[in-house]
T-cell receptor
Framework: SQTIHQWPATLVQPVGSPLSLECTVE??????LYWYRQAAGRGLQLLFY??????ISSEVPQNLSASRPQDRQFILSSKKLLLSDSGFYLC????????????FGEGSWLTVV | AQSVTQLGSHVSVSEGALVLLRCNYS??????LFWYVQYPNQGLQLLLK??????LVKGINGFEAEFKKSETSFHLTKPSAHMSDAAEYFC????????????FGSGTRLQVQP
């Protein structure tokens, strides 16, 4: 069966520090991968998606970047965090074709102080 | 562009009462529609999905939703609420082109009173 692992689960970082959140999927090949952010009291915002190694699409101009160095690995990064980067970050995956369910990881709580 | 509107950011029901969470979508093509549930400090779990088969979709935990094209709606219902149903519920629509991702509504927090 397929599983998704996301870490770290909780992170408190000072403003201006770097960020790296990592996500790996097991039990499937060539998945679509996604990073969503959920700010306090708000819905889910798609940040990045990837349909293959090295193929990253950004949805919202921001202080974050994403990379996919391996087929089932998706990394969310920042060089310098802002207070507004605080939130709940969710990695997710799906198997094409379109319409298949998107499965979510357990999420990472980021607090920028 | 596809979009989803969830009416009511907070819904409160009594235990044993009917649960009705509203979702309306906007799409230029037949959509795929989903309901997810999120318990505190956790990721999202799929409740059910509509993919152009039966218009009445049954999901986990006794929930179901009915796709109504004429009303562009996909409301979530459960005949009898349980305390464990207290959570946040998200409606989402799947895209056919472009980013191939889910677009989510803003969510509805369900509170179940004893």
């Amino acid at each position: 069966s397929q599983t998704i692992h996301q870490w770290p689960a909780t992170l408190v970082q000072p403003v201006g520090s770097p960020l790296s959140l990592e996500c790996t999927v097991e039990g499937t090949s060539n998945p679509n991968l996604y990073w969503y952010r959920q700010a306090a009291g708000r819905g889910l915002q798609l940040l990045f998606y990837s349909v293959g190694i090295g193929q990253i699409s950004s949805e919202v101009p921001q202080n974050l970047s994403a990379s996919r160095p391996q087929d089932r690995q998706f990394i969310l990064s920042s060089k310098k965090l802002l207070l507004s980067d605080s939130g709940f970050y969710l990695c997710a995956w799906s198997v094409p074709p379109l319409g298949n369910t998107i499965y979510f990881g357990e999420g990472s709580w980021l607090t920028v102080v | 562009a596809q979009s989803v509107t969830q009416l009511g950011s907070h819904v409160s029901v009594s235990e044993g009462a009917l649960v009705l969470l509203r979702c309306n979508y906007s799409s230029s093509v037949p959509p795929y529609l989903f309901w997810y549930v999120q318990y505190p400090n956790q990721g999202l779990q799929l409740l059910l999905k509509y993919t152009s088969a039966a218009t009445l979709v049954k999901g986990i935990n006794g929930f179901e939703a009915e796709f109504k094209k004429s009303e562009t709606s996909f409301h979530l219902t459960k005949p009898s609420a349980h305390m464990s149903d207290a959570a946040e519920y998200f409606c989402a629509v799947s895209e056919y082109t472009g980013r191939r991702a889910l677009t989510f509504g803003s969510g509805t927090r369900l509170q179940v009173q004893p």
